[in-house]
């Protein structure tokens, strides 16, 4: 940078400095070194003006002293403000990848909830059909009469055992008669049950 001369004036004194600053930055450092050298003079009277000189350079010489230890200090708080920073990102990138793998997982359970859903929907659309009671009645008779029919004897000719079974035959328990109590009862249907013969097998008799 090109460099020129700037006259200022301090405690009645003519400068010319040599600088590459501007007139105006260079003034007014001499008007505050001006100010400061008057101000020493008007509070302490008996010091001279090389004295005066000597004290104003003092506090700039303390003021930029002071100035440049801040600067450190705050130095120092940047980087640790620049760290602190660097761990905060590391620690976000970690949490965002850890709630893109929840999002997943929870994508995931959300599929399996709802293909669980359209089983209990298809299950609970499927109907069951039960025999009426007319088709449970002859259901029964029918067991009845089969149960009965196994269990005689027709091939005996001894008087003595020809109300005996044969031993080849076992007559199995008969099963319980299902009847569907959600139809209503039919007149009929009733009659029939209260009768006293279809109780019994029409084999019963024979000899």
Request: with cysteine; charged share 30%; proline share 4%.
């Given at each position: 940078m090109e460099k020129k001369n700037v006259?200022?004036?301090?405690?009645?004194?003519?400068?010319?400095?040599?600088?590459?600053?501007?007139?105006?930055?260079?003034?007014?450092?001499g008007q505050k070194v001006d100010v400061m050298i008057k101000g020493i003079e008007k509070d302490n009277p008996r010091l001279n003006r090389d004295a005066c000189a000597i004290l104003t350079a003092l506090n700039f010489c303390d003021d930029?002293?002071?100035?440049?230890?801040?600067?450190?200090?705050?130095?120092?708080?940047?980087?640790?403000?620049?760290?602190?920073?660097?761990?905060?990102r590391t620690e976000n990138s970690k949490l965002k990848e850890?709630?893109?793998?929840?999002?997943?997982?929870?994508?995931?359970?959300?599929?399996?909830?709802?293909e669980e859903d359209a089983t209990k929907t298809a299950c609970a659309n499927t109907s069951v059909?039960?025999?009426?009671?007319?088709?449970?009645?002859?259901?029964?008779?029918?067991?009845?009469?089969?149960?009965?029919?196994?269990?005689k004897n027709f091939g005996g000719k001894?008087?003595?055992?020809?109300?005996?079974?044969?031993?080849?035959?076992?007559?199995p328990a008969p099963a319980p008669a299902v009847v569907a109590t959600s139809a209503p009862a039919d007149p009929d249907e009733a009659a029939a049950e209260a009768s006293p013969y279809h109780q019994f097998s029409i084999f019963d008799d024979l000899p």
């Amino acid at each position: 940078m090109e460099k020129k001369n700037v006259v200022i004036y301090v405690a009645g004194q003519r400068f010319s400095i040599s600088t590459g600053d501007t007139d105006e930055y260079v003034i007014g450092i001499g008007q505050k070194v001006d100010v400061m050298i008057k101000g020493i003079e008007k509070d302490n009277p008996r010091l001279n003006r090389d004295a005066c000189a000597i004290l104003t350079a003092l506090n700039f010489c303390d003021d930029e002293t002071k100035l440049r230890q801040m600067m450190e200090v705050l130095r120092e708080q940047v980087k640790d403000y620049i760290n602190s920073n660097d761990a905060l990102r590391t620690e976000n990138s970690k949490l965002k990848e850890e709630i893109a793998a929840l999002r997943k997982e929870l994508a995931e359970k959300s599929e399996v909830a709802d293909e669980e859903d359209a089983t209990k929907t298809a299950c609970a659309n499927t109907s069951v059909t039960l025999p009426t009671r007319s088709e449970a009645i002859v259901a029964a008779e029918a067991q009845t009469r089969h149960t009965a029919f196994v269990g005689k004897n027709f091939g005996g000719k001894n008087k003595k055992n020809k109300h005996k079974h044969n031993n080849n035959y076992q007559t199995p328990a008969p099963a319980p008669a299902v009847v569907a109590t959600s139809a209503p009862a039919d007149p009929d249907e009733a009659a029939a049950e209260a009768s006293p013969y279809h109780q019994f097998s029409i084999f019963d008799d024979l000899p």
